[in-house]
């Protein structure tokens, strides 16, 4: 079984601020994905970022990073220089690489401030 | 590329009512996913079709819910009778040979 932790239920940021979400997870996969999602109040989920448990480097999309540390099982994303449209719920989630059935964390909302 | 498309965006029904949903995925995408998110959690998969055939539906509520893809491109996901703890956003995704799911804008159902 899958799981993951999100933590931070909520989070402020100043605008052009970097802010970090955290998300732990726990598998028995040796193979497995990591993903995150945005959800803004229009409720679409948005995709971010990918990182495979065999990939060397951290995953980057742009202003997203992920900070990939297999032993200690995390994957937390990085938001740099923040923005007011960032302003939005964000999801952790895995799938094994066997089917990538995806398991959600309980996600952290992120508010920006001008 | 168009994206997931969904329908309808908002439906409010009363309990015991049926309804339906319908989802298109992305063009070419052989895999499909219907999630329900209750307000304040993640989604959670119901039911996961690889073209026309269910792959997972082991967190379907069989006893009131039902999906079918029948020609391996869209699909539907109905509530038959719908429940009070029903209210939620019914997402669906899809996903080609890539491992990122993709998301449409999900159905707010309000069951009263």
């Known amino acids: 079984a899958q799981k993951i932790t999100q933590t931070q239920p909520g989070m402020f940021v100043q605008e052009k601020e970097a802010v970090t979400l955290d998300c732990t997870y726990d598998t028995s996969d040796p193979s497995y994905g990591l993903f995150w999602y945005k959800q803004p109040s229009s409720g679409e989920m948005i995709f971010l970022i990918y990182q495979g448990s065999y990939d060397q480097q951290n995953a980057t999309e742009g202003r997203y990073s992920l900070n990939f540390q297999k032993a200690r099982k995390s994957a937390n994303l990085v938001i740099s220089a923040s923005q007011l449209g960032d302003s939005a719920m964000y999801f952790c989630?895995?799938?094994?690489?066997?089917?990538?059935?995806?398991?959600f964390g309980a996600g952290t909302t992120v508010t920006v401030r001008a | 590329e168009a994206g997931v498309a969904q329908s309808p965006r908002y439906k409010i029904i009363e309990k015991r009512q049926s309804v339906a949903f319908w989802c298109n995925p992305i063009?070419?995408?052989?895999?499909l996913y219907w999630y329900q998110q209750i307000l304040g959690q993640g989604p959670k998969l119901l039911i996961q079709f690889q073209n026309n055939g269910v792959v997972d539906d082991s967190q379907l509520p069989k006893d009131r819910f039902s999906a079918e893809r029948l020609k391996g491109v869209d699909s539907t996901l109905k509530i038959q009778p719908a429940k009070l703890e029903d209210s939620a956003v019914y997402l669906c995704?899809?996903?080609?040979?890539?491992?990122?799911?993709?998301f449409g804008p999900g159905t707010r159902l309000l069951v009263l």
């Open positions: 063009s070419g995408h052989a895999t």
């Open positions: 989630a895995m799938g094994s690489s066997n089917d990538y059935k995806l398991s």
């Open positions: 995704a899809s996903s080609s040979t890539e491992k990122t799911q993709y």
